[in-house]
Each structure stands twice: as structure tokens, then as C-alpha cells.
């Protein structure tokens, strides 16, 4: 057996009860150290910890997929959900066992973000720049999306020097781009443990600086009206 899990954004009080009973009940446990760390107690005294980086993911998971042949019960662990930021990760997992994996979803930054900034997901876009390749088209699309007055989450490319898209690059562009600089923007960080939350203009965000662990939200100009009955007249 194997199964990829959403362990939630980096608390593990946000872990799903089932994500939960899988790790316990694992012979291998995987995944990138951050999110190894993130659900440490959980994982059995017995099991088998492989913990990765970038650099070496590729080698460290056919260590898993060998195991997972060999019959293990083996998890990989994700940090928020598979499908909003992870998913050429859970192709690396695919690739490695030479066929199609079970996942698990998990609970998000950019859910929690809209819990806590009060937007709909319904009238918002989520684009994440979180990912290797060309970010040229999404950086394009985030453009068409403020133009088409919704709302943006947005998760920042982190990790890499030479093509960081943190929120002041993210800011900067779209101003380059033609879009307002009046969008409110508020930039959060480690949502789940209650720090940093920065507002402002898109304008003012070009020049604010914040950690890796950050998530933006660039609001519409044109908020879409309440379309729920009219309150009762009194």
C-alpha cells in the first residue's frame, strides 16, 4: 500500500482524523523533513522515517517505492493539500512506483486564509506559483484574474534565489502589468500559529519584505454585492 496525505499547513491539529489513523498505522513514513517534523508524533517508533529535500526527492522516493513493492504500508506526507499546491510532487511519488497512488486531501493555507480574510471561494482564484517549469503563464493569468475583479490567494515560488516570486516580486509585476496599485493586499504567515498578517496597497506590498512561510491575498476593486434576500422589514 501506498498513500499521499495532506498533513494540513504546518500544525497538526489540522490533520484529518483519517490522515491521522494512516500515519499511525504506517510502516514507512516519507516526505520532505518541514512536514516530517509537522506530524513527528504521530508517526509509530517502529517505522521507517525517509525524509527528503529537494536535491534528493527523486532518489529518496524510489527508496519508497521499493519499499511499497515489497509490501510496506507506506504514507507520504505533504505539507496543506495535495491538489492546491502539491501536485507535481504526487506525480514525482506516481513516477516512482510506476503507476497511479491513492491521496488523501488535506486542509490548506489558502482555506484557512479565506476562513480568516472572509472571502468566497466562489468569487476568489487560486493560483500557486509553488512549483517547477514556466511561471510565466500563471503569472499571466493572475493578471487576467484581478482584471476580471475576483478575488487572487496566491502562494509565493520560495525557494530559489534566482527565480523567487515572493509578494513584493508579485506586487511589482502586476503594477508593471497595468493592474491598479489601490487592491487592498494583505500578506499572511504561519497562519495556523496566530503571526505575522501585514495590510496595505498593492503599491505599499511591492516594498514589503516577509518570510518564506507567507500566503497573499490581493482583494478585488469591485466586490461582488450580497445576493441573499433582503432582511425583513421591521
Same mark, same amino acid.
Given at each position: 500500500?501506498?498513500?499521499?496525505?495532506?498533513?494540513?499547513?504546518?500544525?497538526?491539529?489540522? &490533520?484529518?482524523?483519517?490522515?491521522?489513523?494512516?500515519?499511525?498505522?504506517?510502516?514507512?513514513?516519507?516526505?520532505?523533513?518541514?512536514? @516530517?517534523?509537522?506530524?513527528?508524533? @504521530?508517526?509509530?517508533?517502529?517505522? +521507517?522515517?525517509?525524509?527528503?529535500? =529537494? %536535491?534528493? +526527492?527523486?532518489?529518496?522516493?524510489?527508496?519508497?517505492?521499493?519499499?511499497?513493492?515489497?509490501?510496506?504500508?507506506?504514507?507520504?506526507?505533504?505539507?496543506?493539500?495535495?491538489?492546491?499546491?502539491?501536485?507535481?510532487? #504526487?506525480?514525482?511519488?506516481?513516477?516512482?512506483?510506476?503507476?497511479?497512488?491513492?491521496?488523501?486531501?488535506?486542509?490548506?493555507?489558502?482555506?484557512? #486564509?479565506?476562513?480568516?480574510?472572509?472571502?468566497?471561494?466562489?468569487?476568489?482564484?487560486? /493560483?500557486?506559483?509553488?512549483?517547477?517549469?514556466?511561471?510565466?503563464?500563471?503569472?499571466?493569468? #493572475?493578471?487576467?484574474? @484581478? +482584471?476580471?475583479? %475576483?478575488?487572487?490567494?496566491?502562494?509565493?515560488?520560495?525557494?530559489?534565489?534566482?527565480?523567487?516570486?515572493?509578494?513584493?516580486?508579485?506586487?511589482? =509585476?502586476?503594477?508593471?502589468?497595468?493592474?491598479?496599485?489601490?487592491?487592498?493586499?494583505?500578506?499572511?504567515?504561519? #497562519?495556523?500559529?496566530?503571526?505575522?498578517?501585514?495590510?496595505?496597497? @498593492? &503599491?505599499?506590498?511591492?516594498?514589503?519584505?516577509?518570510?518564506?512561510?507567507?500566503?497573499?491575498? /490581493?482583494?478585488?476593486?469591485?466586490?461582488?454585492?450580497?445576493?441573499?434576500?433582503?432582511?425583513?422589514?421591521?
Amino acid at each position: 500500500m501506498i498513500i499521499c496525505i495532506g498533513a494540513g499547513p504546518g500544525d497538526v491539529g489540522y &490533520l484529518t482524523q483519517r490522515g491521522a489513523q494512516l500515519i499511525r498505522e504506517a510502516d514507512v513514513v516519507a516526505g520532505f523533513d518541514a512536514v @516530517l517534523n509537522v506530524v513527528q508524533s @504521530l508517526i509509530p517508533a517502529e517505522a +521507517q522515517v525517509i525524509g527528503m529535500a =529537494y %536535491r534528493d +526527492q527523486v532518489a529518496q522516493l524510489d527508496e519508497v517505492a521499493r519499499l511499497h513493492h515489497a509490501g510496506k504500508r507506506c504514507v507520504v506526507v505533504f505539507m496543506g493539500d495535495i491538489h492546491f499546491s502539491g501536485f507535481q510532487y #504526487l506525480e514525482r511519488v506516481e513516477r516512482a512506483c510506476g503507476h497511479p497512488v491513492e491521496s488523501l486531501p488535506g486542509i490548506s493555507s489558502a482555506q484557512i #486564509l479565506a476562513s480568516r480574510a472572509r472571502v468566497c471561494f466562489d468569487e476568489t482564484t487560486f /493560483i500557486t506559483f509553488h512549483r517547477r517549469g514556466d511561471l510565466d503563464p500563471f503569472k499571466r493569468h #493572475l493578471v487576467h484574474v @484581478l +482584471q476580471d475583479q %475576483r478575488n487572487a490567494i496566491v502562494i509565493p515560488c520560495p525557494w530559489d534565489a534566482a527565480r523567487s516570486f515572493m509578494p513584493w516580486h508579485i506586487a511589482a =509585476y502586476l503594477l508593471e502589468n497595468g493592474i491598479s496599485p489601490d487592491h487592498p493586499t494583505e500578506v499572511w504567515e504561519n #497562519l495556523t500559529r496566530g503571526e505575522a498578517e501585514w495590510h496595505g496597497s @498593492l &503599491l505599499e506590498c511591492a516594498s514589503h519584505t516577509c518570510s518564506d512561510m507567507s500566503i497573499m491575498l /490581493i482583494r478585488t476593486l469591485a466586490p461582488m454585492a450580497s445576493q441573499i434576500e433582503a432582511a425583513p422589514a421591521p
